[in-house]
Each structure stands twice: as structure tokens, then as C-alpha cells.
């Protein structure tokens, strides 16, 4: 599975952002797909996933702000990323989940897209 994201760039604080990860190769109709962040001096931390059923998860520091939207048809995610914040400032990174129902049998990573948030 090869993962594609891009989308990231600068953006001043209060302004959007849309990220976009598009996965290739043997790609499973069962996949937890979702964006993690990592900022300078930070560990990874998930930023929000959605299931093949359109179920969603967010971390508690955008809801409200990102909203993760997927297109089973074409295989890809994205990320809407509104009302920025300095502190969103991150390389943002594409994973998805093959599962079989009952566990996860891969996880895969894009490359990342670095996302910065002027003040």
C-alpha cells in the first residue's frame, strides 16, 4: 500500500487548509484511514481517523476546527483544516489500517506534508 498526501503549506492564524492522502496499491474495503500530526520536539499524536463506514474520531485540540471527510471510490481522505492555530504547526502524516473485522493487520504511512500556521 503506497499512501500520497499533499496539501500542506503555509496559512496565517484563522485560515483553512485541506489536506488530501490518496492510497494505492492493495488496498483493503476494511481500513481505519486517518491523519497523525508530529511537531518539532513532539511525539506523533493522531489528529482524527474515519472508518470505511464514515465513522469519525478526533483529537479533543481540533474538534470543532478539522473536520475528515473520506471517498471510498477513490481511496482517499482529507482533511479540512479550519480556523488555524500556531499550535497546529506540525508535519502532518496519512496512515491507514487494514483490519479484518476483529484486529489490524498492517499500518502504513505516507511521507508527511508539513503544515505551518503564521501568527
Known amino acids: 500500500v503506497q499512501l500520497q498526501a499533499s496539501g500542506g503549506g503555509l496559512v496565517h492564524t484563522g485560515g483553512s487548509l485541506r489536506l488530501s492522502c490518496a492510497a494505492s496499491?492493495?488496498?483493503?474495503?476494511?481500513?481505519?484511514m486517518g491523519w497523525f500530526r508530529q511537531a518539532p520536539g513532539k511525539q506523533r499524536e493522531l489528529v482524527a481517523d474515519?472508518?470505511?463506514?464514515?465513522?469519525?474520531n478526533y483529537a479533543e485540540s481540533v474538534k470543532g476546527r478539522f473536520t475528515i471527510s473520506r471517498d471510498n471510490a477513490k481511496n482517499t481522505i482529507y482533511l479540512q483544516m479550519n480556523s488555524a492555530k500556531p499550535e497546529d504547526t506540525a508535519v502532518y502524516y496519512c496512515?491507514?489500517?487494514?483490519?479484518?473485522?476483529?484486529?489490524?493487520?498492517?499500518?502504513?504511512w505516507g511521507q508527511g506534508t508539513l503544515v505551518t500556521v503564521s501568527s
Open positions: 496512515n491507514y489500517r487494514p483490519h479484518s473485522g476483529t484486529s489490524y493487520y498492517g499500518d502504513y
Open positions: 496499491g492493495s488496498i483493503s474495503s476494511f481500513a481505519v
Open positions: 474515519i472508518t470505511s463506514g464514515g465513522t469519525t
